[in-house]
């Protein structure tokens, strides 16, 4: 059973952004527009269209701007010229990362005439108007591209996995035109991605595992008994972190996992054996070092735990080598969260893995 996280972006590789020499791109409150696109604002006017009275920028406000917006009235926000909406909260290109496609999404002024299309095929992947009974942002039409991750035609995407976590990165370049069939100066490009984490979590309900009966009865037991934990005054959990005060005042946390009180072992980890393919696997043991660094102030607690696991996979079919690999890959990478630690990497391998 797979658990996906999912992610969207939006990466700006040559702006697409307000241009006064495009149609509907207009300089507000007697702005002239410059030859390079830009709009030149009368006094007491401001912004990227000089559609921000500066006499109405209020120092409170009863509203949350978002994405750098400007508060004015009060009760309302002026964005910048990537975003839009009531509260700038909406991007004017974005991605809607759907379980089997990723869904192209752009919102353009009503007086928009050009067009937008994927720079796979300007002719074959074209966004399409959507007919909007009530414009959901008012003064902008809404374009869409529906495009399956697996699409082989002219409008695929660019996929990239990570072997080791098996997480999903899928991107498409998307470019506007103002005038149909005409590349101009002031055109733009946008690469559009989706991001999809992943982490498998317990597969015996799969109908590919051969060993599910197995597995089903070791999971847990009939009965489970529940104890109360906390037996002393200077220490307590909350959630996942244990906390504790050490002798001369300190505060400690460490991981707390209530499946450590149980009288039973748990079954919670993917055997290789399993259908789950081994890249995912493996990086199960990057995720939970991971946890074990964010919730542990020592570095015996952390150690404790990542042996723990390790002698655990192991058990399960896991190759030492492969977990080295992984290990030295999370201390390359996240090397930020045992820095504190103060301790070198053949070190950190030896108490874990030897």
Aim: proline share 4%.
């Amino acid at each position: 059973m797979k658990d996906v996280s999912v992610g969207a972006a939006l990466d700006t590789a040559l702006a697409f952004s307000y241009y006064c020499t495009n149609p509907g791109y207009p300089c507000l409150n007697g702005g002239t527009c410059q030859y390079n696109g830009e709009c030149t604002c009368t006094s007491g006017f401001r912004g990227f269209n000089c559609g921000l009275d500066s006499s109405t920028i209020a120092a409170t406000c009863t509203i949350e701007c978002h994405n750098k917006g400007i508060c004015y009235n009060g009760n309302q926000c002026y964005c910048t010229k990537d975003y839009m909406g009531p509260t700038c909260q909406q991007a004017y290109d974005y991605a809607e990362c759907g379980a089997t496609s990723v869904k192209l999404k752009a919102y353009r002024p009503i007086e928009f005439t050009g067009e937008i299309f994927t720079m796979e095929s300007m002719f074959k992947c074209k966004l399409q108007h959507v007919q909007e009974v009530q414009p959901s942002i008012a003064g902008y039409k809404l374009y869409e591209l529906d495009v399956p991750h697996e699409s082989t035609g002219p409008c695929k995407l660019h996929k990239t996995i990570d072997k080791m976590t098996g997480e999903a990165h899928f991107a498409v370049n998307v470019s506007t035109v103002h005038r149909k069939g005409q590349f101009g100066m002031y055109d733009g490009l946008k690469t559009v991605s989706c991001h999809y984490g992943s982490r498998y979590i317990d597969d015996v309900l799969s109908i590919n595992n051969p060993k599910f009966a197995d597995y089903l009865s070791s999971i847990y037991p009939s009965e489970l008994e529940v104890k109360e934990t906390t037996e002393t005054n200077n220490s307590a959990s909350y959630l996942d972190i244990m906390l504790s005060y050490d002798t001369d005042g300190h505060m400690n946390t460490s991981l707390y996992d209530k499946r450590d009180d149980f009288n039973f072992s748990i079954t919670n980890f993917p055997f290789l054996s399993s259908n789950i393919p081994s890249s995912p696997a493996y990086g199960v043991f990057i995720s939970q070092l991971i946890r074990y660094a964010r919730a542990s102030t020592k570095y015996t607690d952390f150690v404790l735990r990542a042996r723990r696991l390790s002698d655990k996979l192991l058990s399960q079919g896991y190759v030492c080598d492969r977990l080295t690999s992984s290990l030295r890959k999370f201390y390359g990478r996240y090397g930020e969260l045992v820095i504190h630690y103060d301790v070198p990497l053949s070190r950190m391998v030896d108490d874990i893995l030897s």
